[in-house]
C-alpha cells in the first residue's frame, strides 16, 4: 500500500509556480522521498528525491518539513508541457516504488 | 540504446494464449523492476531483479506470470493462459546499483486480451 497522501487533482496557470503537497506521516528515519511524474501514454520520469534536507535541481525543488511528515514539490515556472500526473513515493534503498493514485496537474494557458 | 527499450509497443492475443514480453535495460543497470498500469491507475508493482536473481517477486499475482533475467540483462516477463483481466500497460525500469536511486522507465508494452 502507498504510504503518501495527495490531492487527486490541481490546476495552476501557465507561468506560475505550481506546489504540490504530499503527506507521508508514517515515513520511517531511512525512507527517502520520491517525485516521479507521468505524461500521458508515456513511462513514469524521476523528478527529485530526498532524505531531510530541501533539493534542487533543474526540474523542480523538494521541500521536506523538519518533521518529514510531509513534503512539497515546487515547479517554479509551469508550462503546459508540465501537465501529467505527478506520485509521491517513500522509498528505503532499492526497494519497489510503490504507486499511489498521484495527483493530476492541469496547467492551464 | 539511451534508454530502456520495452518489444513488442503493443500485443493483441486471444484469451488463453502465452505472451511474452521483452525489456531491454540501460547498459550497466544491474536492478530491473516490472509494473503494471491499468487504465486511470498508478504502476502496480510486480517483480525486481537484482542482478540475474529476483530479490522481490511479491506483486506477482498468481502463477500464471513469471519473469527471467538469465545473464542479468534482458529480462522477459511471460503470461500463461492469459485472461480479459491481463490487459495493460506493462512497464519496465532499471537502475543502476543496489542501493537507491533513480528508475528510468521504459515507454510500456501495451497488452490487450481479447
Known amino acids: 500500500d502507498a504510504k503518501t497522501t495527495q490531492p487527486p487533482s490541481m490546476d495552476c496557470a501557465e507561468g506560475r509556480a505550481a506546489n504540490l503537497p504530499c503527506n507521508h506521516s508514517?515515513?520511517?528515519?531511512?525512507?527517502?522521498v520520491y517525485w516521479y511524474r507521468q505524461i500521458h501514454s508515456q513511462g513514469p520520469q524521476y523528478i527529485i528525491h530526498?532524505?531531510?534536507n530541501n533539493e534542487t535541481n533543474e526540474m523542480a525543488s523538494l521541500i521536506i518539513t523538519e518533521d518529514r511528515k510531509s513534503s512539497t514539490l515546487i515547479l517554479p515556472h509551469a508550462t503546459l508541457r508540465d501537465t501529467a500526473v505527478y506520485y509521491c513515493?517513500?522509498?528505503?534503498?532499492?526497494?519497489?516504488?510503490?504507486f499511489g493514485q498521484g495527483t493530476r496537474l492541469t496547467i492551464n494557458p | 540504446g539511451a534508454g530502456v527499450s520495452q518489444t513488442p509497443s503493443n500485443k493483441v492475443t486471444e484469451k488463453g494464449k502465452y505472451v511474452e514480453l521483452r525489456c531491454d535495460p540501460i547498459?550497466?543497470?544491474?536492478?530491473l523492476y516490472w509494473y503494471r498500469q491499468s487504465l486511470g491507475q498508478g504502476p502496480e508493482f510486480l517483480i525486481y531483479?537484482?542482478?540475474?536473481?529476483?530479490?522481490?517477486d511479491s506483486g506477482l499475482p498468481n502463477d500464471r506470470f513469471f519473469a527471467v533475467r538469465p545473464e542479468g540483462s534482458v529480462s522477459t516477463l511471460k503470461i500463461q493462459r492469459t485472461e480479459r483481466g491481463d490487459s495493460a500497460v506493462y512497464l519496465c525500469?532499471?537502475?543502476?546499483?543496489?542501493?537507491?536511486?533513480?528508475?528510468?522507465f521504459g515507454e510500456g508494452s501495451r497488452l490487450t486480451v481479447l
Open positions: 513515493i517513500v522509498r528505503l534503498g532499492a526497494q519497489k516504488l510503490v
Open positions: 508514517t515515513i520511517s528515519g531511512n525512507e527517502y
Open positions: 530526498g532524505l531531510k
Open positions: 547498459s550497466g543497470h544491474t536492478a
Open positions: 531483479f537484482q542482478g540475474t536473481g529476483a530479490a522481490d
Open positions: 525500469a532499471s537502475m543502476m546499483g543496489s542501493l537507491g536511486g533513480e528508475l528510468f
